[in-house]
């Protein structure tokens, strides 16, 4: 027997998504849960992100009459997920299980005081696949007051938009200059930012808001979480994970596992070896990760024979990156830019070659692809002085003035025709210039013939909703016209060990790893190379915690 300092019956470690979800969980069955995080701060990624789960046939559909079932959501991902031998992960047992339990696990956390509501339209990222839901599956956290949290509230890691709106309000706020709707919008934001400062709140969104709450929620059940204690081992007795060994106070800690060690560590978007030997041609300069998400605990289980998959995929962020935001924790997205009218993306040598509009991840899916074809990384964002005018470039506002150190160091061209653009990317001027002509051409004629940007509702949504006819597709045409970089970035990687419909950990063979459990991207993710819609890695991280302290637990009974 191992001489443990202390035993909890569930050791999680990691503080993203799941963790708070599955300590919720044990503590209701009365099992002690401790949380530990190795960095300073609580929340992991999913508290920088944008906070929304995708949960099928939830009960804010129902109550929006919006119809959605078991059975909808699993032919949706049964054609975009498939069945493949190369992502376990994926397994049909595992969607099952999740689309199962998904929309449970969130009554089990409104019955912990867990306030949600759904983003009303939010379209599934390819809802014109049979299944696929036009209004979208995401639940989002409401609004919530750091300061209810007290001292721990400085623990809280905080997000990449530090304003009290909701998703939905968010998402209308760049189009101030063309609607009295949105000018009204940002006008109830102040007013609502001014009032949480006079009465003493703190209001946060997004993924502050959703790990708040969770936080707030861990803390009055009496969860044991701990910062600045990172994991280096799981500690094995008689062929089971019994606990974990820790840091405490600069000297080993041994922390023993009654019921199981959950691991939600992250995955290895900050780790530039394991990058080069899994995602050749990405880069840790480019996630939006926690800097926590260093892969060592992938690693750890590794060691004890976990069997990994997928580990070449990441949750793609196209991000635009100028001067002076190399190293910032948010960098500019390229997502609205290219997805807006007036607007495309070319590989280096002006040929167009996606859909603009489409999901994040298979944006960036599309970038290494064709740049193992021809060079396309970075890609260029191309575009004109209409745009430039409508819409936000590199976090700037629209038609604001760019920093001169954009054109001094490079990151943007200009030319005022498009063949002085050419010249300035160095691509063909008669390639780029046919290249616009023919997007030109499906603009007027109403539709793209080379890749049907627009005819989804998630393209439309993407766009200007304000654009006319189309809110995806303008014309490349008033000078002068502009050019960025656009890379294959992030919010965290996708593959990881393999886990069965418990969320255990499997080894190559399918035998169990017992007592160990994963969940979030530690693991191959449930929807394999696919997002399916907002929120398909944060509601996977919360539903598989769930599932693995409900075994756990269940098992010791």
Not at 205 to 212: C, E, I, M, P, S
Not at 441 to 451: I, Q
Not at 496 to 505: K, L, N
Request: proline share 5%; with cysteine; aromatic share 8%.
């Amino acid at each position: 027997m191992q001489d443990f300092n202390e035993t909890f019956d569930f050791v999680i470690v990691g503080s993203g998504g799941g963790s708070m979800c599955a300590a919720l969980v044990m503590r209701e069955r009365g099992k002690s849960a401790i949380v530990l995080e190795k960095t300073d701060m609580v929340g992991g990624t999913t508290a920088l992100s944008g906070g929304v789960m995708w949960i099928p046939n939830n009960r804010f559909l129902k109550r929006d009459r919006v119809e959605d079932s078991f059975e909808k959501a699993s032919l949706y991902l049964d054609i975009l997920v498939g069945d493949n031998d190369d992502t376990p992960g994926a397994s049909r047992e595992r969607r099952s299980t999740y689309l199962a339990h998904a929309p449970e696990m969130i009554e089990f956390l409104i019955g912990q005081g867990i306030k949600f509501d759904r983003v009303r339209h939010w379209p599934d990222y390819n809802d014109e696949l049979p299944g696929g839901l036009e209004e979208g599956r995401t639940v989002t956290a409401q609004l919530f007051d750091i300061n209810r949290l007290g001292p721990w509230r400085d623990k809280l890691r905080r997000g990449f938009l530090p304003l009290p709106a909701t998703n939905e309000e968010a998402f209308e706020l760049p189009y101030y200059k063309q609607s009295w709707r949105s000018k009204m919008i940002v006008l109830k934001v102040g007013i609502r930012s001014v009032l949480a400062r006079l009465t003493g709140r703190q209001l946060a969104a997004r993924g502050t808001a959703l790990q708040g709450r969770m936080l707030e929620a861990a803390l009055a059940a009496g969860v044991d979480i701990r910062t600045d204690h990172p994991v280096s081992e799981l500690i094995v007795e008689n062929g089971k994970v019994a606990g974990i060994l820790t840091t405490r106070d600069g000297k080993e800690w041994r922390i023993g596992a009654r019921l199981g060690v959950l691991v939600n560590a992250g995955g290895f978007a900050c780790n530039q070896e394991m990058r080069d030997r899994y995602q050749p041609g990405t880069s840790k300069n480019w996630t939006m990760a926690a800097e926590g998400d260093t892969g060592e605990m992938i690693q750890e289980m590794m060691r004890h024979g976990g069997a990994i998959a997928q580990m070449e995929e990441m949750i793609g962020h196209q991000l635009t990156i100028p001067p002076g935001a190399e190293q910032a924790q948010f960098k500019p997205s390229a997502q609205a830019l290219t997805g807006s009218p007036h607007c495309i993306l070319i590989d280096r040598a002006g040929v167009r070659y996606m859909n603009e509009a489409g999901s994040y991840m298979a944006y960036c899916q599309g970038i290494l692809a064709r740049d193992r074809q021809v060079p396309a990384n970075p890609s260029w964002a191309v575009f004109d002085a209409l745009c430039m005018r409508r819409y936000m470039v590199a976090g700037t506002m629209p038609g604001s003035k760019k920093p001169q150190s954009w054109y001094d160091s490079g990151f943007l061209r200009t030319g005022e025709t498009v063949e002085d653009l050419a010249r300035s990317i160095e691509c063909d001027p008669a390639q780029l210039s046919a290249t616009i002509d023919r997007f030109n051409r499906f603009v007027r004629n109403g539709r793209d013939e080379d890749f049907q940007r627009g005819d989804r509702a998630y393209d439309r949504w993407l766009g200007d909703p304000f654009h006319k006819p189309s809110p995806s597709l303008g014309t490349i045409e008033e000078g002068p016209f502009y050019a960025i970089p656009v890379v294959p970035g992030d919010v965290g990687t996708y593959g990881g060990v393999v886990t069965d419909v418990h969320a255990r950990v499997l080894r190559e063979d399918g035998s169990l790893i017992e007592g160990l459990y994963a969940t979030g991207v530690s693991t191959a993710s449930v929807m394999g190379r696919s997002y399916p819609g907002g929120g398909a890695s944060v509601g996977p991280s919360f539903v598989w915690g769930y599932v693995a302290a409900r075994h756990a637990a269940e098992t010791a009974q």
